[in-house]
């Protein structure tokens, strides 16, 4: 078996622990051309989603004859389903591996909106004893909180949000009941969803049935006290219209860290929208845990693969 490894994020976890398995038949590509140069030979890519772009995408698309299982990198595989993979190539995902890092960023920027941490810190590098912002400070106890997508990232967010008193709905496809969630809608009552909520998190996947999913119209649905937080895609969001919300009081926070494009451009209008906080697309960042996560669970499908296994998080284009 040849495979090959293209990676940023737990690189050096991944060859080290693919490599234990594979030894010389692992190729290790820094670049979209040695990319290229490898994959008329491989059986099996390790590639993160983020990098299933431009000449890399290219490469693997007009290269990959032989290719028979693609795993990313990562719990999001909208640029593989934008761009498509060879041929009967199977495709899986991390699974789980980023729920805890990405669950947590999702908590920690609504909260950083509700208790109103960047103030606070803007009073420190002052070194100012300011308590105006208290004023405006509330908690998750007793809201409502819509999360919106329900898989492995969704149900951690519901976790926390559930074990910091919020009333949890859960939106998935169907609405399915799960135990992770108070209640559950399908995804054709979001307006329904978005109307009852004080909190929403989304953890969608981008689609064209989410593509500016938030746009001015579904922006005018929300509560006026809703915060709003995206650790998804920013696609699912009109940047613009998210402005206009936030300027105008239609909502009255937003954590994002995602955007669209990435990075936001300096000149963006978002920067300056009021009560917004926004990180540089990091959710998932947690240090070992998360390259740990993400190499343990890469190795467990390989292995499954070499043992002619079912694959685990098996994903549809």
Known sequence: MRA???ATLAKAELS??????????????????????EMPEADALFMGDMLYVGKAAEAVLKNGNKL?????LTAGYDHAKELGVPN??????????????VGLHAVSLLLAVQRQVPAFVKNQ??????????????????????????GHIGKEIARLMRALGSHVIGLSRTGAADPGADEMMPFGKIDEVVKRADTI????????????LFNARLLGLCKKNAIIVNIARGGIIDQIALTEALKNGT???AGIDVTSPEPLPPEHPLWDAPNIYISPHCAGAAGAL??????????????????????????KL
Do not use: C
């Open 4 to 6: 090959v490894l293209y």
């Open 16 to 37: 080290a622990k693919l490599g234990a398995i594979l030894g010389p038949d692992l190729k290790i590509v820094d670049n979209a051309e040695a990319l290229a140069a």
């Open 68 to 72: 028979k299982w693609l795993q990313i």
């Open 88 to 101: 009967g190539a199977q495709v899986t995902n991390v699974g789980d591996a980023l729920a805890p890092g």
């Open 125 to 150: 590098y002052k070194h100012g004893w300011d308590r105006s912002a208290a004023a405006k400070m509330i908690t998750p106890i007793g809201q409502t909180a819509a999360v919106l997508g329900f």
């Open 201 to 212: 998190l989304i953890s969608l996947p981008l689609d064209s049935a989410t593509h500016h």
């Open 251 to 253: 909502i009255a926070g």
């Open 290 to 315: 998360t390259t740990n996560r993400i190499s343990d669970n890469a190795v467990a499908n390989l292995k499954r693969y070499l043992a002619k296994e079912p694959l685990q998080d098996v994903v």
